[in-house]
């Protein structure tokens, strides 16, 4: 049998760009290696901070970012992705910048959710921060106009923590967070089938959140399994 190399690292078919942050990433946290069933390959993007990608539109990080997927493709990976919902923006150029698929935000589920839906129904949104998710985040990954959207900005610790880049993080006030922001979402749009979560920290809170509203709850974590699952097909022996 022969094989075929041309790659610098083998079985990581995943590569995710992340943010350069030092608040706690715990289990479920899309920048915990332990979060995944499969390897990844992570490629820190210095400089671009969460404040910067999602309160001043990461504006000046671009080039940064084309860079590093350029490098974890040159490294090997088969797909790109990365750990911010706010990183829609840059969808359409990393694409362009890579030959490799790229999923730059969770929000690209959304219009795949209202596909599933029953008529009458249709997919929510959860975000870290309202006021800084614009029209044109929401363009770049095709969600529809209308889509209901809750946040967490403005409660107990979640929103601060993450986008203040805290070195500690209160987990339970953290969950309460989403879950709270999420019923409340769910009780003022009492059609809403779905939800998808936007900001890739929120995935440790997602069965949480499930619970509560008794909703399907679609995350990072989901989108990327089925990223993966594509560029790295389950292979099964013949009965």
Not at 84 to 98: I, W
Not at 115 to 144: E, F, M, W, Y
Request: hydrophobic share 45%.
């Amino acid at each position: 049998m022969k094989v075929r190399g041309g790659k610098t690292v083998y079985g990581a078919s995943v590569g995710i760009l992340m943010l350069e942050a030092q608040f706690p990433r715990i289990p479920g946290d899309m920048g915990n290696a332990l979060s995944w069933d499969f390897p990844v390959h992570y490629r820190v993007v210095r400089s671009a901070s969460p404040d910067l990608v999602v309160r001043r539109g990461a504006k000046g990080t671009l080039p940064l970012f084309i860079d590093a997927a350029k490098d974890l493709v040159a490294n090997g990976v088969d797909g790109i992705t990365t750990n911010c919902g706010f990183l829609s923006l840059f969808q359409g150029e990393l694409a362009a910048a890579v030959d490799v698929p790229v999923a730059a935000s969770s929000l690209m589920q959304v219009a795949m959710v209202n596909a599933l839906l029953p008529p009458g129904k249709r997919c929510g949104i959860l975000t870290i921060s309202d006021s800084s998710l614009t029209q044109a985040h929401l363009v770049a990954a095709s969600v529809p106009e209308g889509t209901p959207i809750g946040s967490t900005e403005g409660l107990r610790e979640f929103t601060r923590a993450i986008l203040g880049n805290e070195l500690e993080l209160d987990v339970d006030a953290a969950r309460r967070d989403n879950i709270d922001a999420a019923v409340l979402l769910a009780q003022a749009n009492p059609d809403m089938g779905a939800l998808v979560l936007e900001c890739t920290n929120m995935v440790p809170y997602a069965a949480d959140i499930r619970e509560a509203i008794g909703l399907p709850v679609f995350s990072i974590h989901s989108f990327v399994g089925w990223f993966q699952a594509g560029l790295t097909p389950r292979r099964f022996n013949p009965v």
